[in-house]
């Protein structure tokens, strides 16, 4: 079974940085693209950034040079380096995949972690 492994959540204050690490883990083919989204209290689900295999990166537009997401892709694991945090930013932030499980079309799959919640306050 496939799924990601998010890690790296927790509380921080205004200014400060978190690194937030996902793993994809079990049978994989080849992983596409992985990334983050974040949805917070009665707000919509939005990109933070992502990154393809080939190393094409893009942000949402709130992010303005203040995050970085990075990708090992021999290990399927992607970062998201994030600084100069502000209380807006608080949020359960997901973990996202496009991978194959094996050569076959058919076994492409869409993931989701688990979620992992970011709070920015005192």
């Known amino acids: 079974q496939v799924q990601l492994v998010e890690s790296g959540g927790g509380l921080v204050q205004p200014g400060g940085s978190l690194t937030l690490s996902c793993r994809a883990t079990?049978?994989?083919?080849?992983?596409?693209?992985m990334g983050w989204y974040r949805q917070a209290p009665g707000k919509q689900r939005e990109l933070v950034a992502t990154?393809?295999?080939?190393?094409?990166?893009n942000y949402g537009d709130f992010v303005k040079g203040r995050f970085v997401i990075s990708r090992d892709n021999a290990n399927n694991v992607v970062n998201l380096q994030m600084n100069s945090l502000e209380p807006e930013d608080t949020a359960v932030y997901y973990c996202h995949s496009h991978l194959y499980q094996t050569w076959r079309s058919r076994d492409f799959l869409e993931l989701w972690g688990q979620g992992t919640q970011v709070t920015v306050g005192q």
């Open positions: 079990g049978t994989i083919y080849a992983v596409i693209a």
């Open positions: 990154v393809n295999r080939g190393g094409g990166i």
